[in-house]
């Protein structure tokens, strides 16, 4: 499992016109079962992603798909973890 922190390194002005092709990416990946959990960071900085892909190198040829980074306007710190507990509601994620 993953956590994936996007980090936004261009203005606002270009992450909006990028937001529609973003969340059509998301929707992608939601579908195929690779991300389970995403929203925006607080303050409006970047954003989060919880993801499940085979290995790290898959997802981040995954993530070199986002418009978002296709178009430098995000940087991606991605975290490798094993979940080990987990809330009744999540426990299928373990």
């Not at 940087?75 to 987990?86: H, I, M, W």
Request: negative net charge.
């Amino acid at each position: 499992m993953f956590v994936v922190l996007l980090t936004y390194v261009k203005g606002l002005d270009v992450v909006d016109g990028l937001l529609a092709a973003h969340v059509r990416f998301l929707e992608e990946h939601y579908a195929a079962g690779s991300f389970l959990l995403s929203g925006r960071k607080e303050p409006r900085t970047g954003g989060v992603i919880l993801a499940r892909a085979p290995s790290r190198e898959a997802l981040l040829d995954v993530l070199a798909q986002d418009p978002f980074a296709r178009e430098g306007a995000a940087r991606y710190d991605v975290v490798e973890f094993t979940p080990s507990k987990a809330a009744p509601e999540l426990a299928g994620l373990l």
